[in-house]
């Protein structure tokens, strides 16, 4: 893909990659040029802040996949200023540990928060963003 | 406020009026033209639908408030393109009803779930996704 | 079937028929006329609300089966004055999601609520009603 | 009232009076003539048969209100042939106890159950059925 | 056994008769004579109401094992005097259901709850009642 | 009360004294001899001990009424042969805490768990103990 | 004070000094040196990162109290070594979103976790963790 | 390991075994030298207070692993003055039994408590502890 990536799929370990494969599926049928990184919030901190440095310059909507005490999309909505999602994943507790950690943010730094799992929405609002921002999908 | 709304805040009953004034005062804050309608998916379906067919045409973000089985959030995402952001209210059940009815959308239609009564933060997202389209604030 | 369906069962994807199979088990055995639709309150909302349209007029209980944020029967309800029985499905959080976002409606659009994935129990209500109203059954 | 009452509330104590209130209001705004009756399926067990064998004769649809370990609209339902409405009512943990009581009955024993403590509803589903047994109501 | 049975193990359908085993062999061990039944509180509640009036002539402690909206503990401890142990089965809801409708007892009709699953401590819980009254054990 | 007590209520901690007081109602009215001990099993453990190690010659049941993580009536079961009646207090969490802390004991070391704050139970239960073990009551 | 904190308190907003102040009582009474901080992870971020790379040369335990997603404990754990002990705080949902957020972190970045509002638990924790590393407490 | 054991890993049945294993590598990688014990709270308590008695002149910190009703980490901290961690296991109920047996102790006797099956951060909790004592670690 040569095109700047519009979206930033982040997700905190290999083990979250299948989940993100269903976002990378949505995005391609729409034509919307992303990039995926592998940075946790808790192991990769400083990386993870050079990543959003950098990337906010081109970046339009992070998308975060995360399971357990799920602080990424959270860390991400802090740091940068575009709309963040978060999409919980089921890795205990049948994900609601995740979910509650993802949408009960504090005033100020929202995550926009879909289903547990369901990371096909997470792809389908950052195209639905995308839109009323005036980006053209092929679908 | 004489400008077209960007944003629509949509309640299903007058007694999320008071919720839905903590999204205003974070719209008003940032200078964003908004409308705020009372519209019930279950009661005033017909209105909410002749609502949605027109403010689709301007609206940029909706923004929508629930309790209980919140089917409000999910109705105006299967009805327009925009991003529709859901905040839970808690009537009954510390509001877990209506996170659950609101954020558990299957996929296709996605709506950006904020935390259980925090229109805020619903207010915040409208305007992370209002930047990106590239819509100024006074903030 | 030749007689007119005196129950209609409406799923919202494929992936409920085997539920709905359930509930069909019961109403032959009691004989009793039914049709059998998949349209979802979100994806196919059109097709749906023009089926409601005509079925109410020789349908006497609806029989809704669906899972996650199970908007389905609430959505019947609001437009048909015809009982609407809700089956929960456990897609995920065991149900837990189904079962709230079908059972809390808001007051005047009532849905009766029977167990999780007891679709069977379903079938077995919509004959109560259908008893009271004096209809036969063949058992 | 004197015409022969087609609607049956039931309550297992004092303490849920003011809930079938609510119920009652509803059923007298639509003229449905309805009985009230106090009688626990615990502590008045045999009452309780006693008037379910005679108001069966007569009633059409049972409304049974009930909080905590909520039997009894079940037991009414495995004793009659009606349609059972259940209003799970909140006297501990939300009424999270009283719902699960309520509407996770075995197959063959159905309870329609609406939203906890929305008496209301009970009262909704209950007129929504008389409607299709073709009795008239006022409204 | 031809002892008059010490205790009775009530399940509501077959499909508890591996729990029920459990139960048995903590009983056998201690060499407690017993009588398994199955009778569902809502399909057999007449020959259940038969047996308890014969039974609560000769047995010392009821254990009744039940899923979902496990109302046979409760329907036992309103017709007889002795001890009732309940044991909630996980069929739904990890047995969270059968929990609640066990524990959550009115003041008056006490059910004395063991954990989810655990019919050995039904088991155990009833010979510790047994010997307090003067009963024998092998152990 | 001059007679050596049947019964012994523990609790952990001067704040559950209102609670005690309901169990010794039910427990006064029948004319159960019966003794209440403050004591912990975290910060009162010797005394504790000493206190089962004695009063087990003579107590014929125990309920142990106690709130947040509840270990009181399972430390009891652990230590004396006795039926011990688990009461679990809402002082967290709607007393969910207390009653799984109390409920789900593991295999052989059973604890007789009633409802939530339901301490009038305990002293029911205890009473349908004593009375299969012969002790008269006067009511 | 004039010695060197060996406990850091950290609270994201001033809405926590309540329970924070609980804490203190405790350090008081055992004479421990500490120091409170209002710094949350996501509003003063850069902030607490300063803070932290500078008290982590004199801080022996850190303690972190926060609500809703809770990310704080755990933020503070990925950046320093010392052991850090999170006070989950009820402000939505009995507190179960903030304990989720705080005890379920991925391996290698552990929270010592307390009960929910229980401040004077992390305060006991802090001074065991102190004692086994030879610093007197005055009591 | 011939050197004394600066860490005990306490189990409360074989069926944990394989959860402390992961504990055991973790220690194993940093070189701390520890013991592992199976002692149950409720059938080996003689055992357990014999064994905390003498290992608490010179363990630093105790790991405690247990499901269900988990009392064992509450009850090694009521005995010990030294920090005690908490690994709640998932046996039932996803674990959220351990979880709240073991998190929400009464004020004066905590348990740092960590994730659901996860050990490991019991490990590495404890390796922070060891390590502001000034232990050294070969990592």
Redesign the interface.
């Known amino acids: 893909m040569t095109e700047r990536p519009l979206v930033s799929i982040i997700i ?2 290999r083990s979250d990659l299948e989940l993100a494969k269903k976002a990378e599926e949505v995005l391609n049928e729409f034509c919307i040029p992303y990039e995926l990184k592998i940075l ?4 990769n ?1 400083k990386e993870l802040i050079e990543y959003l440095e950098e990337s906010k310059n081109y970046v ?2 992070y998308i975060a996949i995360a399971g ?2 799920a ?1 990424l999309p ?2 991400i ?3 940068v ?5 978060g999409v919980p994943r ?1 890795v ?6 995740a ?20 990371a ?3 792809a ?2 950052a195209i ?2 995308l ?4 980006f053209k999908t092929c679908k």
Request: net charge positive; charged share 20%.
């Open positions: 905190g370990s946790s919030a808790h192991r901190q339009k909507v357990l005490a602080h959270g860390f909505a802090s740091r200023e575009q709309p963040v999602i089921d205990k507790l049948m994900g609601l540990d979910l509650l950690s993802i949408v009960q943010m504090p005033s100020g730094v929202p995550v926009a928060t879909v289903g547990i799992d369901n096909k929405n997470g389908y609002l639905r963003i839109k009323i921002a005036g």
